[in-house]
């Protein structure tokens, strides 16, 4: 497992289940289907740990809401694109130092559980 440096906390959003439109085919892009979200955001809290209040900390309450809406509001016809965009949402939260991206759909190919996409980004220091 990586290290984390001093001050910096690592949140993790786990299996952020939501429906949206992706795919290429004409029932993809006739039909809502499953995907599954996976983010690792990384942001410097020594001072949410000092003070203890919300408003120091990264609200992950509102990154979620933030990709659910995206997510849930537009299409998609690559899986590349929609992570792509996840990641870009995340990054917006001006916090967000470091954020990683896997989205999985289910059931893309015959005989796998998921196929899925990781994508990653940091903000310049």
């Known amino acids: 497992m990586?290290?984390?440096e001093p001050g910096l906390a690592r949140?993790?959003?786990?299996?952020?289940r939501l429906r949206t439109y992706i795919g290429i085919n004409k029932d993809e892009i006739n039909n809502k289907?499953?995907?599954l979200i996976n983010v690792r955001i990384l942001y410097p809290a020594c001072k949410a740990v000092d003070s203890n209040r919300i408003d120091d900390a990264l609200n992950y309450r509102s990154i979620t809401k933030?990709?659910?809406?995206?997510v849930e509001?537009?299409?998609f016809a690559l899986l590349e694109r929609l992570t792509q965009e996840v990641l870009d949402c995340v990054m917006g939260f001006s916090?967000?130092?470091y954020a990683e991206v896997e989205i999985d759909k289910p059931h893309a190919l015959r005989f796998s559980d998921s196929v899925s996409?990781?994508?990653?980004?940091q903000r310049d220091a």
């Open 2 to 4: 990586q290290m984390l």
């Open 11 to 16: 949140i993790r959003i786990k299996d952020l």
């Open 33 to 35: 289907q499953d995907i």
């Open 66 to 70: 933030a990709v659910i809406e995206l």
């Open 73 to 75: 509001n537009n299409r």
């Open 95 to 97: 916090q967000v130092c």
């Open 117 to 121: 996409i990781t994508l990653a980004a």
